[in-house]
């Protein structure tokens, strides 16, 4: 396993969201988020916390399988 750095875990999350075609004003909003805070977790500034992880791969139809969560809130890919 691979821990992710903030950036690559914005990466995933962009590229994901680019894939199911949504904008980042959409997906801001389904996840409860404003389009500030997303774009912050996209471009690395921020990293994501556990439930907000999972609501976006929820809301990108991605498997959390792809990326795994760990106990110290670090996110890590299996290579």
């Known amino acids: 396993m691979t821990i992710l750095t903030d950036a690559e875990v914005g990466t995933m999350l962009r590229q994901d969201r680019d894939a199911s075609e949504?904008?980042?004003?959409e997906a801001a909003e389904l996840a409860g988020i404003t389009p500030g805070a997303l774009y912050r977790i996209e471009q690395g500034y921020d990293r994501p916390d556990v439930d907000m992880f999972a609501r976006l791969c929820n809301i990108y139809t991605m498997p959390v399988s792809e990326a795994q969560v760990v106990a110290d809130n670090s996110l890590t890919v299996s290579q």
């Open 22 to 25: 949504m904008t980042l004003g």
